[in-house]
């Protein structure tokens, strides 16, 4: 974006000192502090005052330095998104913008836009492509004071362009564009704590003189309050039990009675998802400050280390009828085989009517859903993967949830009597028409009967749960041989799991009723 200010209207100039001491008892300078004391304030400039005038006004401030110098994180925080398209219009695949969310000691969340980076670099010498751009670090613990980048280029005036979004009421909102200028009119002139603010835009300069950062402990444990949870049968469901110094992997009977703790996770990592395995086994994925991990844990047998990686991957939809996982690693699907603990490229087992692996699980392709950016309409949407031996293509799922944010969906591996075969029922988290989450109940339909070329369509929408709190699908326990949908509730600032009957009824909460006895020492990590 050209957000370059030819007049000033908001300039707060303070000497060393006075940086000195905020800095000093708080936030590290992004950069060298001269370039802070050099540099005034350009933020909310508008017309006249801005070169994009009569269209849109500047949500940072532009701090002018040299090319190439480093940018510093100020303070313990948490990637959440790097845009590779946010603003440079004339870098196009040189630069981003990578976003960090951080803790205030009074209990603001604020995610921070620090604009114009220098893309990362592959091995081969070229640039980070959009794709990695957009899963570059994204989840990782940045520790005050850590490089998290360097200025990239920009025409003749090269500078970090810092931004920060915060909105009080709906901490966990964040805005999908407009990472460097909102469109007008620019919203009134507020403060909070004697900072300006435009909306839920921040001046940086006064955020970082009034705010104190606050400390994450345990690799962001009290920061994000995790807690996955997962089932994979109809006698146990899985979840993180976690406190100020660890995390550790419970089994409780489905009526969340007679918890038990199985595992501790390792020191150094935080449990950032669970998936149902195999015969009552479960997958657990960890991250520490520079790695991710993956283990497969058989309750009262076995816990395995299967992969570490230092940058991030996915696990594909598991249904449980043969040792192979479904893996997203290096941006492309492979399997793990768990029998030979190593990974396969998929081909080896996705060969369709000749007896592969996985052709009985899934046939000719695997059909992976979720939710993902789309970056050409700013919003969340969901997403079907479609994957063969050889080929994978992505398509948009057509729904009436145009402005939602859809999380975690869920696909049912049972079919009603009268849905189409090809069909699928799907539970879904989403906002819709608000910002609570609700889970909802839908039919996956091939667009004209061909989701190959056409994608698909979600029919027959109806809502399961209505309440303030997120509620998060996550997983599905089947009871009595009736399926009921496990999810995730925040009570009284804690994560508990709940669980509730398909047709939305009989909602029920399964944890923080009792807790295990003080002599329950879980198992420690044995690798293979």
Known sequence: ????????????????????????????????????????????????????????????????????????????????????????????????????????????????????????????????????????????????????????????????????????????????????????????????????????????????????????????VDYECLLPAAANDSKHFFYVRQNQTEQILMMAEPDGKDSVSIWQIPAGHQAVDIFAGPAGSLFVKTRSAEERSLFWIKPGKEQRLLLINNGDFGIGHWRADANYLPIHRQMKWEVFDLVKNTIRPRAEVMVPGTGGALDKMFGQVWRLLGSDIDFVSGKSRLVCRIISATEQHKYWIETTFSASNFTDLIVLESHSPVDPKETEQVVFSASRGGLNHNLFLGLLVPINADATHNGYRLENVRQLTTGPDDKIGKSLLRVGGKMVILAQVQVGGKWQVFRLDIDGKNFQQLTGLSSPAASDTPPKLRER
């Not at 090269?158 to 469109?183: A, D, K, M, V, W």
């Open 1 to 220: 974006m050209r957000c370059m200010a030819r007049n000033v209207v908001f300039v707060f100039i303070l000497g060393a000192a006075s940086f000195e001491v905020a800095f000093g008892d708080g936030y590290i300078p992004p950069l060298d502090l001269h370039y802070l004391e050099e540099t005034t304030s350009n933020f909310g400039a508008q017309g006249d005052d801005y070169q994009e005038g009569g269209k849109v006004w500047h949500c940072g401030w532009d701090i002018f330095c040299p090319e190439g110098e480093l940018v510093k994180s100020p303070a313990d925080g948490i990637v959440v998104r790097c845009s590779p398209s946010s603003w440079d219009l004339d870098t196009a695949g040189q630069n981003y913008a990578m976003c960090i969310r951080y803790l205030t000691t009074t209990s603001e969340r604020s995610t921070w836009i620090f604009g114009h980076l220098e893309r990362p670099t592959n091995p081969d010498g070229t640039k980070y492509t959009d794709e990695q751009v957009r899963k570059y670090r994204i989840g990782d613990v940045v520790r005050a004071g850590e490089v998290i980048g360097k200025i990239g280029h920009y025409r003749k005036s090269p500078h970090l362009h810092l931004g920060i979004y915060c909105n009080l009421q709906y901490p966990q909102e964040f805005p999908s564009g407009g990472y460097g200028r909102q469109p007008l009119p620019r919203p009134d002139a507020d403060g909070y704590r004697g900072v300006l603010r435009y909306g839920n835009w921040f001046d940086p300069r006064g955020w970082l003189e009034t705010f104190a950062p606050a400390k994450i402990s345990g690799f962001g």
